[in-house]
């Protein structure tokens, strides 16, 4: 008896792509995280305001394509748009220090320890870490749907493919 043939032709490009792009987003995560420390301090709050963009970034992505996903009728080419996207607005986080020296000196140091401060922090990190968070939750809709549409049996992939956007966090992480 023959093993069976896996008849679904987007499984294994949504399998590298998600690990790929788990891989791109920890990664991200990580630079993001040490980045916006040297902006705003080595601290607990720095770290956990990075984290929470990061991850409500993702959050909204995801709803947000979710909701529209019954209008994309290529979804690789969206998940490359998205992924593009990514890139670009990630440009930001390495020119940070230049772009942003002058913040400190301004504010003052009265100014930096009251809400002044941590409303300027706040709105860096969702200004840095929002936006390329958000195309990041895409991405597993997106590829959700080129597998679910590449054959009627997408559905028992679901499993395998959070496990690579797994695996390449882990990955990311290295």
């Excluded at 040490?34 to 991850?55: H, K, N, P, Q, Y």
């Excluded at 993702?58 to 593009?84: K, Q, Y």
């Excluded at 100014?111 to 840095?128: D, F, N, P, T, Y």
Aim: hydrophobic share 55%.
């Amino acid at each position: 008896m023959k093993p069976a043939v896996d008849r679904n032709p987007g499984l294994t490009p949504a399998l590298l792509v998600l690990t790929a792009s788990g891989a791109v987003a920890l990664g991200h995560q990580l630079l993001w995280t040490r980045r916006m420390i040297d902006l705003l301090g080595a601290t607990t709050e720095s770290s956990a305001r990075v984290f929470g963009c990061f991850f409500l970034g993702l959050a909204l992505g995801a709803a947000f394509m979710s909701r529209w996903i019954s209008r994309v009728t290529r979804p690789w080419r969206a998940i490359a748009a998205v992924e593009f996207g990514v890139a670009c607005f990630s440009i930001p986080i390495l020119w940070l220090p230049l772009w942003s020296d002058w913040i400190w000196p301004y504010l003052g140091f009265s100014r930096l320890i009251e809400w002044q401060g941590a409303l300027v922090k706040l709105i860096l990190s969702v200004v840095i870490v929002l936006p390329p968070a958000f195309l990041m939750g895409m991405t597993m809709p997106l590829a959700l749907t080129a597998v679910f549409d590449a054959g009627n049996e997408g559905e028992r992939h679901n499993v395998p493919l959070y496990a690579a956007n797994t695996l390449g966090g882990a990955l990311g992480l290295g």
